[in-house]
């Protein structure tokens, strides 16, 4: 081989052969921000500086990071066996693992089938509801109905079903067939700066009686949405909305889909939103925080009837047609129950809850700042929406998250709206340093 092929670990590697995803690969590369090493609340830079973590890695280290607990398991579990096949196979923390997540999930959402990311919980959920209605009788339910400006990850099943434009427009031609969407729930004339969820807005929900009424009940799979737009920009969903589309989808005998990917697992201050916010659907999509970023896992949590239904053929058939070689990875389930434990022992989904108001009140101490025209918030999770610059959609935002992460502290950027969503082990001195940050970076950007 080469001399020229091989490098050593520590020199410092290339930028040229990674296409990074969702990013400006040629602004990055002429600028980079490298994470190094991560503890606590804290990553740091390759040249040792702390950044504050404002944003849970992507939404996903709800219990911070580098913890001992979380990564002895993992090294445990990888020494006793790395990988074990789940086609006509079993292992037990596989089965472990399903038998916790049922002990914190809604009422009946018993089952788990598990996946690799948000994207294949979507895609999985998609299936297994065109699977549950054939067994059920009713081949002819296949459409499905997401929502405009909702994010599912990135499948063909996933973009087909949300609703961000720039993720579909490439793919057009390509997408699922049979799928319309329904209106998506920010109003900023009539809820701006609003504290929580929205007074009014639960009646755009009653479009979906249109969709009925255009296609037949009879012809209509499923509906998905998130109970909080995480990616579209922290957009909620209006006071008694949630319930309004559980109680048409229950009318009509159309399964609900949550995609909790982001919300579940103490994000907004219970297990899941859909107990925090009192609505039980059929599925619920999770990933991110399920093991804290530690290792690829997501998880659908269905409920029994479905399960059960879709048990009714010969015992020794194939029930569905569908998973993956690393579903349910005994190193990516070592990790997720390692996470659980540390989610009850140091009760942070009630932490969360505790710290919610003072977040509450420090997102919005933001109000009046140069070009802020509207905050949200729910849990820890806050959203600062600006009003585009005159160089362009965006600019505003990366700016300002660029300014951030400039003087220490990470946040998310999309488009003209900034996301905050820290670690569940937050303290009040690190939300005000994440909101002080945050206000220098808005005025100096401007």
Not at 41 to 66: E, F, V
Not at 80 to 91: K, L, R, V, W
Not at 221 to 235: D, K, N, R, Y
Request: hydrophobic share 40%.
């Amino acid at each position: 081989m080469a001399d020229s092929k091989t490098h050593h670990h520590s020199e410092t590697p290339s930028l040229s052969n990674y296409w990074m995803p969702f990013t400006a690969n040629r602004q990055f590369k002429s600028n980079p921000r490298m994470l190094a090493h991560a503890e606590g609340m804290y990553y740091k830079d390759t040249a040792g500086r702390p950044i504050l973590d404002g944003t849970a890695g992507l939404w996903c280290c709800n219990a911070g990071h580098g913890r001992k607990e979380i990564s002895e398991a993992v090294s445990k579990q990888i020494h006793e066996m790395d990988y074990a096949p789940s086609f006509q196979m079993g292992h037990p923390l596989a089965f472990e693992l399903a038998e916790r997540l049922a002990q914190i999930s809604p009422e009946g959402l018993n089952k788990a089938f598990f996946t690799n990311s948000g994207s294949e919980s979507v895609d999985s959920a998609l299936k297994i509801a065109l699977t549950y209605h054939r067994a059920n009788g009713e081949a002819t339910r296949t459409r499905f109905i997401g929502r405009e400006l909702g994010y599912h990850g990135v499948g063909f099943g996933g973009i087909s079903v949300g609703g961000i434009g720039n993720n579909r427009k490439t793919f057009n031609q390509q997408l699922l067939q049979g799928v319309d969407h329904l209106p998506h729930t920010l109003d900023m004339q009539e809820n701006a700066f609003c504290r929580g969820m929205p007074k009014t807005g639960a009646e755009k929900a009653e479009v979906l009686e249109q969709l009925v009424a255009l296609h037949g009940a009879e012809n209509i799979a499923a509906v998905i949405v998130e109970p909080m737009s995480g990616s579209a920009g922290v957009i909620l969903p209006p006071e008694g909305y949630l319930q309004k589309l559980r109680d048409i989808t229950k009318k009509y005998g159309i399964l609900l889909i949550f995609d909790e990917v982001i919300t579940g697992f103490g994000r907004v201050g219970d297990a899941f939103a859909s107990q925090r916010w009192g609505v039980t659907p059929d599925m619920i999509t999770t990933a991110k925080a399920l093991n804290n970023g530690a290792i690829p896992m997501g998880a659908v949590l269905i409920d029994d009837a479905i399960y059960d239904t879709c048990m009714q053929g010969p015992e020794n058939a194939i029930e569905l047609f569908h998973g993956y070689t690393y579903s349910g990875h005994p190193v990516a389930a070592a990790a997720a129950i390692a996470t659980l434990n540390i989610y009850e022992n140091e009760k942070l989904f009630e932490r969360s809850r505790e710290l919610e108001g003072y977040f509450e009140d420090a997102v919005h101490s933001l109000k009046g700042l140069p070009n802020v025209i509207d905050i949200r918030n729910t849990g820890l999770v806050g959203g600062i929406q600006f009003a585009p610059s005159d160089k362009g959609v965006g600019k505003r935002g990366f700016g300002i998250f660029e300014h951030c992460f400039a003087n220490g502290t990470l946040v998310r950027a999309t488009g003209d709206i900034i996301a905050i969503s820290p670690p569940l082990i937050i303290d009040k001195q690190q939300v005000d340093t994440i909101i002080n940050t945050l206000s220098d970076a808005i005025s100096a950007v401007g």
